[in-house]
């Protein structure tokens, strides 16, 4: 069932399911950020509105850069404001920021060592119809194999707003990746959220697998988790992962409840969440991971529910997962 | 800005020679580095250092100083040399240049040495990072007396990122923000104009709404000008240095080759090897202005 101390939105998985994009969220933490912060500004790389950094240009239009389709001057400006001070947040979609602008993030932010945040929105194959050149794929990995970055996944746009806020406050280069469809809002106000800290959603009934997600993915993972277990009767744990780096390292706690692992996301199956749990279980505690992820292939055109589903990154598939998972036979 | 005197000058100009032969004897001793461009911007750095940054060696992350952004990382040699001969570090540590655990890294990083505005080696990125720092300036100050300079080569005029950032800044039209453009015409692979060739610069950077200077990079007193005519801009400036690469040693001078070499690693046909650097360094201590016994 879902975890109380979690609080989660009375109304999910009810037919009067409140549904936001991620990115809206980001739109409001901003907002509230720089409410509360007047070091916090913004940069956009001609995305204002579909990026939703529109809420806060409209309020601090003095604190807001048009950048133009400039993504690499925007992360290098973005440091320049920041040796200055400010807290910049820069935004574009993922494929553009952090896609093109990697070396300027490398070098200008993180070997730099300056306290400005990257956001990049639209990222995962449910961007849709605009096709594979939009759909990011990559960004969770070439963000979190720099030195100093820290790489948030919000779940909802609840989360996202409360990343924002903590990357806010927090002193370093940080990656917010959103995403474009609206999502059901899972978590609430209330719900504890904190940059490095894992959140168990969801504990089934005798748990015999540990399913490890991060973005729109965790409520795929949890569509999966109660049909799991209210059909087959096969319980599992789903573990929401926002901060994708630093790991937390309870991620081994949840992984040995269990002592099978399966990892959802909407990203290439090298490099992400997955890659950086396979990575901390097998020095902590090794073990067989599996990954539910893009399969070392590229986008295309489609509605988002088609192509998550051409990607197998479906409620079916990560069922079948959890199956072919007990199905196997381990040398211990 | 006042008019400078014949003895700042000569003062200025001998500075500039011993930064020279402190930028030959940090490569000697480093190995490897790059020697043409910054042997042909110490004119300019130390017309910089010497008369119109508002700086202090002793306090050099001060509140109300004047930011200088090296673009071009490569030539730190010369921003480091500038930096011990205005009195920041000692003369001596020059020699760890490019060791390991030395402050001054083969391209400047801002947190091993106190100073440094930016880490820089990557190029095409320093203007961007110079006009963020004057954007973030002026929403707190909208008539801010600091200036930010932002030295930068001609190669890099290759990299798409500085036209970004060039246009950027010609929208935005701050009024503090003054590059100054080292144009030696040569880059590793060749001469500017047969590896990309760029001009005309002075009318790409007017139609970006830029105001721009041209400059004898070796003349103090018309570098000098240039700067303070810049200062008094209502438009960000683009100084157009024009500097011989290599300056101060006619065998290296306007070689290409001598980019990335250090003096003992560059070309034979005019000097051996084993001659080079010795060569060097007699020739730039018998230029005008220098007194040998300052040099230590």
Same mark, same amino acid.
């Given at each position: 069932?879902?975890?109380?101390?979690?609080?989660?939105?009375?109304?999910?998985?009810?037919?009067?399911?409140?549904?936001?994009?991620?990115?809206?969220?980001?739109?409001?933490?901003?907002?509230?950020?720089?409410?509360?912060?007047?070091?916090?500004?913004?940069?956009?790389?001609?995305?204002?509105?579909?990026?939703?950094?529109?809420?806060?240009?409209?309020?601090?239009?003095?604190?807001?850069?048009?950048?133009?389709?400039?993504?690499q001057?925007?992360?290098?400006?973005?440091?320049?404001?920041?040796?200055?001070?400010?807290?910049?947040?820069?935004?574009?979609?993922?494929?553009?920021?952090?896609?093109?602008?990697?070396?300027?993030?490398?070098?200008?932010?993180?070997?730099?060592?300056v306290?400005a945040?990257?956001?990049?929105? &639209?990222?995962?194959?449910?961007?849709?119809?605009?096709?594979?050149?939009?759909?990011?794929?990559?960004?969770?990995?070439?963000?979190?194999?720099?030195?100093?970055?820290?790489?948030?996944?919000?779940?909802?746009?609840?989360?996202?707003?409360?990343?924002?806020?903590?990357?806010?406050?927090?002193?370093?280069?940080v990656?917010?990746?959103?995403?474009?469809?609206a999502?059901?809002?899972?978590?609430?106000?209330?719900?504890?959220?904190?940059?490095?800290?894992?959140?168990?959603?969801?504990?089934?009934?005798?748990?015999?697998?540990?399913?490890?997600?991060?973005?729109?993915?965790?409520?795929?993972a949890?569509?999966?988790?109660?049909?799991?277990?209210?059909?087959?009767?096969?319980?599992?744990?789903?573990?929401?992962?926002?901060?994708?780096?630093?790991?937390?390292?309870?991620?081994?706690?949840?992984?040995?409840?269990?002592?099978?692992?399966?990892?959802?996301?909407?990203?290439?199956r090298?490099?992400?969440?997955?890659?950086?749990?396979?990575?901390?279980?097998?020095?902590?505690?090794?073990?067989?991971?599996?990954?539910?992820?893009?399969?070392?292939?590229?986008?295309?055109?489609?509605?988002?529910?088609? !192509?998550l589903? &051409?990607?197998?990154?479906?409620?079916?598939?990560?069922?079948?997962?959890?199956?072919?998972?007990?199905?196997?036979?381990?040398?211990? | 800005?006042?008019?400078?005197?014949?003895r700042?000058?000569?003062?200025?100009?001998?500075?500039?020679?011993?930064?020279?032969?402190?930028?030959?004897?940090?490569?000697?001793?480093?190995?490897?580095? &790059?020697?043409?461009?910054?042997?042909?911007?110490?004119?300019?750095?130390?017309?910089?250092?010497?008369?119109?940054?508002?700086?202090?060696?002793?306090n050099?992350?001060?509140?109300?100083?004047?930011?200088?952004?090296?673009?071009?990382?490569h030539?730190c040699?010369?921003?480091?040399?500038?930096m011990?001969?205005?009195?920041?570090?000692?003369?001596?540590?020059? !020699?760890?240049?490019?060791?390991?655990?030395?402050?001054l890294?083969?391209?400047?990083?801002?947190?091993?040495?106190?100073?440094?505005?930016?880490?820089?080696?990557?190029l095409?990125?320093?203007?961007?990072?110079?006009?963020?720092?004057?954007?973030?300036?002026?929403?707190?100050?909208?008539?801010?007396?600091?200036?930010?300079?932002?030295?930068?080569?001609?190669?890099?005029?290759?990299?798409?990122?500085?036209?970004?950032?060039?246009?950027?800044a010609?929208?935005?039209?701050?009024?503090?923000?003054?590059?100054?453009l080292?144009?030696?015409?040569?880059?590793?692979d060749?001469?500017?104009?047969d590896?990309?060739?760029?001009?005309?610069?002075?009318?790409?950077?007017?139609?970006?709404?830029?105001?721009?200077?041209?400059?004898?990079? &070796?003349?103090?007193?018309? !570098?000098?000008?240039?700067?303070?005519?810049?200062?008094?801009?209502?438009?960000?400036?683009?100084?157009?240095?024009?500097?011989?690469?290599?300056?101060?040693?006619?065998?290296?001078?306007?070689?290409?080759?001598?980019?990335?070499?250090?003096?003992?690693?560059?070309p034979?046909?005019?000097?051996t090897?084993?001659?080079?650097?010795?060569?060097?360094?007699?020739?730039?201590?018998?230029?005008?202005?220098?007194?040998?016994?300052?040099?230590?």
């Amino acid at each position: 069932m879902l975890e109380e101390a979690i609080h989660f939105h009375k109304k999910v998985f009810t037919t009067r399911e409140e549904s936001a994009p991620i990115r809206e969220g980001y739109g409001k933490g901003l907002l509230e950020a720089a409410e509360r912060d007047i070091r916090v500004v913004a940069l956009c790389a001609d995305l204002t509105d579909s990026t939703k950094t529109s809420y806060f240009k409209d309020r601090f239009p003095a604190r807001f850069v048009e950048m133009g389709i400039g993504e690499q001057s925007m992360a290098s400006v973005a440091s320049g404001m920041a040796a200055m001070g400010k807290v910049p947040f820069f935004t574009s979609y993922a494929m553009f920021s952090p896609g093109r602008n990697w070396e300027q993030i490398r070098t200008t932010i993180c070997y730099n060592n300056v306290n400005a945040k990257v956001v990049g929105s &639209h990222a995962g194959v449910s961007v849709g119809p605009d096709g594979g050149t939009h759909q990011a794929l990559e960004d969770i990995a070439i963000m979190r194999v720099i030195p100093r970055m820290t790489v948030l996944v919000p779940c909802d746009a609840e989360e996202a707003r409360k990343a924002t806020l903590a990357a806010a406050e927090y002193e370093g280069p940080v990656y917010i990746r959103l995403q474009r469809e609206a999502t059901p809002v899972m978590t609430t106000d209330v719900s504890p959220f904190r940059i490095g800290k894992a959140q168990c959603f969801y504990r089934g009934r005798n748990p015999k697998v540990t399913i490890f997600a991060c973005g729109a993915m965790v409520y795929t993972a949890l569509e999966a988790a109660r049909e799991l277990e209210e059909e087959k009767d096969i319980g599992v744990l789903v573990v929401n992962v926002p901060t994708i780096k630093p790991l937390d390292k309870e991620v081994c706690r949840y992984a040995e409840e269990t002592g099978r692992v399966l990892t959802v996301e909407e990203h290439q199956r090298i490099g992400g969440l997955g890659s950086a749990v396979a990575e901390y279980l097998t020095e902590q505690c090794p073990m067989p991971v599996y990954r539910v992820g893009v399969d070392d292939r590229f986008g295309q055109s489609g509605e988002p529910g088609e !192509l998550l589903e &051409h990607y197998q990154l479906s409620k079916g598939h990560i069922m079948q997962m959890v199956r072919t998972i007990l199905g196997v036979k381990y040398v211990s | 800005m006042k008019h400078l005197k014949d003895r700042e000058v000569a003062m200025i100009e001998k500075k500039a020679n011993q930064i020279r032969i402190s930028v030959i004897e940090s490569l000697i001793e480093a190995g490897s580095g &790059h020697t043409a461009g910054p042997l042909g911007m110490a004119d300019v750095f130390a017309t910089l250092f010497f008369s119109v940054l508002r700086y202090d060696p002793k306090n050099p992350q001060a509140e109300e100083r004047d930011r200088l952004i090296l673009s071009n990382g490569h030539i730190c040699p010369v921003l480091y040399a500038t930096m011990a001969h205005a009195g920041c570090f000692p003369v001596k540590e020059l !020699l760890t240049l490019r060791k390991f655990g030395s402050r001054l890294q083969g391209h400047p990083h801002r947190e091993y040495l106190p100073g440094i505005e930016t880490s820089s080696g990557p190029l095409g990125s320093g203007l961007s990072q110079a006009l963020g720092m004057v954007l973030a300036d002026r929403i707190d100050r909208p008539q801010s007396s600091t200036y930010f300079y932002c030295l930068m080569s001609d190669g890099e005029l290759n990299c798409g990122q500085n036209w970004e950032a060039i246009m950027h800044a010609g929208k935005e039209q701050p009024h503090n923000l003054i590059a100054v453009l080292d144009r030696n015409g040569i880059q590793i692979d060749g001469f500017t104009r047969d590896v990309m060739p760029l001009e005309p610069l002075e009318e790409k950077f007017a139609s970006f709404n830029w105001h721009v200077i041209n400059a004898d990079g &070796h003349n103090i007193q018309e !570098l000098y000008d240039a700067f303070g005519e810049a200062q008094s801009a209502l438009q960000p400036t683009m100084i157009i240095a024009h500097t011989v690469p290599g300056k101060g040693v006619p065998q290296f001078e306007r070689d290409y080759r001598w980019h990335g070499a250090p003096p003992g690693k560059g070309p034979e046909d005019i000097l051996t090897k084993d001659t080079q650097g010795e060569c060097a360094l007699k020739q730039l201590r018998s230029l005008k202005g220098v007194i040998v016994s300052d040099c230590d």
